[in-house]
């Protein structure tokens, strides 16, 4: 690499960089600071960040995000600490999954993706949604009912961006669509923590998602189009929930059963569930056994030959 100049302004995706602005980057992605507002930044951060971290205690202690998203305590930035009498304590989900979701998730156990895909591929059902990949190697599988939510550009003045976390039940998934934007996030720590304390499931989200030191150390499933620092509040809401969406080229509809893993999202539409767990088992039933004849000394070609392994995912 060779500098050819030095000490001059420089655009970077739209951003103009000045000699001695600062740079400050994380796991979220990269801001510059023009270097004769440094103070002023830092110091409406450090209040920012000490609004959010109270608001994230409150919802530790079980207060709903819709009411700590619009409670006016949080909206004078003050140096005192929030104790535990100002928010009522954990309650958990009240809202339980249905027999019926219990059931439906129960038949996909010992499943992953690429086994449901190669089912769906079978049935000739789309279902492998583009684009949407695990914040980080998850290594167990995660599998719910859908909870849709679609978002839609601001209005004036903004509407809510995330008060439907509310209202969805433990083992769901929620699934966003935020129009696959990724100038804005719809996710976040705030989000993350209370539907961790809720036994949600996980979150798809066709867009961003910011404060993901907190999901990886968490462990909470979290499945996006990638990362970004900058909040959705005044630039997006939410359009609607519990409805028809599109998520990377699939159509999502409420309660359609998601299995998502380290290798990506499929989505399974909830009539026909029964029938992918099925021809997935079986799939994976046979590539066990292919697996087990290799290690006893077969050649792939042999195990695969007697196995059928080549009609597997062939459309029936």
Known sequence: MVQIESGKPLEMRGVTVHQDDFVI?????????????INEVLELGEKIQYRQARMVQAVRAGQPVSEVMHDTQ????????????D??????????????????????????TPGVSDALDKLDIPGQVFNIMPLCNYKKVTVGPAFTVRYVPASDPPGSVGDFIDDVAQGDIVVIDNNGRTDCTVWGDIMTQYAGLRGIAGTVVDGVCRDVSRVIADEYPLFTAGRWMRT??????????????????????????VVADANGVVVVPRDRAREVAEVAQKIEKTEASIRDMVARGATIAEAREELGYHTLQRKT
Not at 74 to 85: H, K, P, V
Not at 102 to 109: I, K, N, Q
């Open 25 to 37: 980057a994380d796991t979220c992605g990269t801001v510059f600071v023009p270097a004769d507002h």
């Open 74 to 85: 949080f909206e004078a930035i003050r140096g005192d600490r929030l104790s535990q009498t």
């Open 232 to 257: 959705g509040k005044d630039r997006v809401q939410v359009g609607g929930i519990n409805e028809s969406i599109g998520i990377g080229k699939v159509r999502v509809e409420p309660r359609d059963i």
């Open 87 to 112: 928010v009522a304590s954990v309650k958990g989900n009240p809202k339980k999954a249905s027999a019926g979701d219990t059931e439906l998730v129960a038949l996909f156990t010992g499943l992953d």
